[in-house]
């Protein structure tokens, strides 16, 4: 069993970055793929990008890709979600998620283990 929590949410201006942190307890850490999601108000919680429990393979949204990158460090049972050029579309609850044994993914039901949420939001 794992939990995670995440860190480094906030507020940004347009074109900016941040850097999310997803804090995971437990041994077994480097045993599970970790993906991002994120939610903004009133819509549906999307797929962000997701890393191996190796990481080997790392999957992006089409809407991220070429400025979030998405890192890990099992040493420090930590995962990563390094955002660049952002946009008032990225402004969202963004959730850290772990997903026993697998390669990640965009499908949630993958996914065994939530975080809490952490709010990013970009200004105009």
């Known amino acids: 069993q794992v939990q995670v929590m995440e860190s480094g949410g906030g507020l940004v201006q347009v074109g900016g970055s941040l850097r999310l942190s997803c804090a995971g307890s437990?041994?077994?850490?480097?045993?599970?793929?970790m993906g991002w999601f994120r939610q903004a108000p009133e819509k549906e919680r999307t797929f962000v990008a997701s890393?191996?429990?190796?990481?080997?393979?790392?999957v992006y949204a089409d809407s991220v890709k070429g400025r979030f990158t998405i890192s890990r460090d099992n040493a420090l049972n930590a995962a990563y979600l390094h955002m660049t050029d952002l946009k008032p579309e990225d402004t969202a609850v963004y959730y850290c998620?772990?997903?026993?044994?697998?390669?990640?993914?965009?499908?949630?039901?993958?996914?065994?283990?939530w975080g809490q949420g952490t709010q990013v939001t970009v200004s105009s």
């Open positions: 437990g041994r077994t850490f480097s045993n599970y793929a």
């Open positions: 998620a772990a997903a026993f044994l697998a390669a990640g993914g965009s499908n949630d039901t993958h996914y065994d283990y």
């Open positions: 890393i191996s429990w190796s990481g080997k393979s790392i």
